[in-house]
Each structure stands twice: as C-alpha cells, then as structure tokens.
C-alpha cells in the first residue's frame, strides 16, 4: 500500500483560530514533508521530519508548527489562521533522507480561511 | 537556489495528438528529475522519474534530459481527456545528505480535448 491519507480533505477556518491537519503512511517511511500549494504556484516546501529531527524553512519557521509521534503520523499546525493561509496542504513521505527518493503525496487538505 | 521554469504555462490538445510540456533548471549539478502531475484537487502522483541525459519512457509518458542545456521534457503519447491535470517538474541534487528540498516549478495546466 503506497497510500498517503490526509485529514480533513476540506477545512473551513476563521481568521485567528487554530487549524491541524493530519497525515499518515504505512510504508514506513523515515521522511515526511509538508508542501503548501496554491493555485498557479509552484508546491512550497513548509517543513520536513526526518526521523524524529524536524527541520522548518527560514521563511515559514514561526508560522507552521509539526509534530511526529510515532513514524506513521505527523500533523501540521497553525496556531492563528490568517487569510494567506488558504491553500492546498500537501503532505508527502518518502524513503531515506534525501530528496532523490520518490515521494508519496496524499490527496491534500484544502484549507480555506475566512 | 535551484530556479525551476515551466512552459507553456497551459496547452490544449487534442485527444490522441502528443502534447509536450518543458521545463528549464538553473542548478546544473542537478542529478534527479521527476515530472509529477496534480489532478484537481488532489495530491501529486509522480509520472517519470529520470537520472542521466536521454530518455526514460513510463507507458505513454516519455521525459527527456539534456543536463548540459538545463532542459527537461515531458511528452505524452495518445494523450486522453483523463490526462487533463497540472503537470510540475522537480529537478534535484542527491548530494548524499538530508536535504530534502524538492524544488517544484510552477507547472503546466494541460487540457486535453476529445
């Protein structure tokens, strides 16, 4: 099973509440990333764990917070949605730490905040 | 920083007629390309996964590699209406550490028309 599952598919938010989001894999995978996407925008790397070491880009370190309880599961977490966080959230695993390995999306969490 | 360009932005084809994507990288010690294709509103599924200059063929889906011009293609063959997607290239550098930045361009809408 190569499945990636996301939760929820679709989220509603308002502005300054909390949003996470949860994705799981079974394949054992070491790396689990989190990738925004918005229309007519290239996928943006938020943050990867690789094994239990969570690594956050410069550019969105305050804003996205990740946890990693078991190799299975990791969440995304907003703690005060604004409107710029409306967006596909994209979660993906892959094999290994690098990023030559093949990554596994999941169908994305659609986030919309109003 | 890898700077990743894809044209055209959108293209209309033809069912059956071959429909050819491109894509430019700026990073030319790039040693793993892989096109990947995003259907709407759902996660990414990666087509073709190409390492040295020439040709890899996945089924109907053909990626050429031309390093030393920094260039990419994706073509597909007898393409089909199910085809219709966002299709995003993603160059990148094994360089044996735990750098896991995918660099995704900004993609291609393809349509194809029956």
């Known amino acids: 099973d190569t499945t990636v599952k996301q939760n929820p598919r679709y989220k509603l938010a308002r502005v300054g509440k909390p949003v996470n989001l949860i994705c799981s894999q079974t394949?054992?995978?070491?790396?689990m990333y989190w990738y925004q996407k918005k229309p007519n925008q290239a996928p943006k790397l938020l943050l990867f764990?690789?094994?239990?070491?969570?690594?956050r880009e410069a550019d969105t370190f305050e804003k996205f917070q990740s946890s990693r309880p078991n190799n299975s599961f990791c969440s995304l977490y907003i703690g005060s949605a604004g409107l710029e966080y409306s967006a596909m959230y994209l979660c993906?695993?892959?094999?290994?730490?690098?990023?030559?390995?093949?990554?596994?999306f999941g169908e994305g969490s659609k986030l919309t905040v109003l | 920083q890898q700077k990743v360009q894809q044209s055209p932005e959108s293209l209309t084809v033809s069912e059956g007629a071959m429909a050819s994507l491109n894509c430019t990288f700026s990073?030319?010690?790039?040693?793993?390309f892989r096109w990947y294709r995003q259907h709407s509103a759902k996660g990414l599924e990666v087509l073709v996964s190409?390492?040295?200059?020439g040709e890899k063929e996945e089924g109907r889906f053909t990626a050429h590699l031309n390093r030393a011009n920094l260039h990419v293609s994706l073509h597909i063959r007898e393409p089909q209406p199910s085809d219709s997607a966002v299709y995003l290239c993603?160059?990148?550098?094994?360089?044996?550490?735990?750098?896991?930045?995918?660099?995704f361009g900004k993609g291609t809408k393809l349509s194809v028309k029956s």
């Open positions: 993906a695993s892959s094999r290994g730490q690098g990023a030559t390995g093949q990554l596994y």
């Open positions: 394949m054992n995978h070491d790396t």
């Open positions: 764990y690789y094994d239990k070491i969570l690594n």
């Open positions: 990073d030319g010690t790039s040693n793993n």
């Open positions: 190409i390492f040295s200059d």
């Open positions: 993603a160059p990148s550098l094994d360089s044996g550490g735990s750098n896991a930045k995918l660099t």
